[in-house]
């Protein structure tokens, strides 16, 4: 649904902090912080993560899940592999 470096890179594109989302989501600070300390795919209650996601949706934000096409117009970023002999970000 959404990774922690999704919400993270999330709200540094709308320039807002952890407080800013949980306000905007409609939950707790605590929840925000422990969603985007986790590793890859974030885990929870089904409506915990439902309103992340919409209140990211609503303040402009496309989730784009890997390999899916991107349909918005707009600036933005998007995580791909590397190309040239440094190999993957962060040597993984």
Do not use: C, F, Y
Request: aromatic share 0%; net charge positive.
């Amino acid at each position: 649904m959404i990774t922690a470096a999704q919400m993270r890179a999330a709200r540094a594109l709308l320039g807002i902090d952890q407080r800013a989302l949980a306000a905007l989501a409609g939950v707790s600070l605590p929840t925000i912080q422990r969603m985007e300390a986790s590793e890859g795919t974030v885990r929870g209650v089904v409506d915990t993560l439902e309103k992340v996601v919409s209140a990211l949706n609503a303040a402009g934000i496309e989730l784009i899940a890997d390999n899916a096409p991107s349909h918005a117009t707009g600036r933005g970023v998007r995580l791909r592999e590397p190309v040239g002999p440094a190999g993957p970000v962060g040597g993984k």
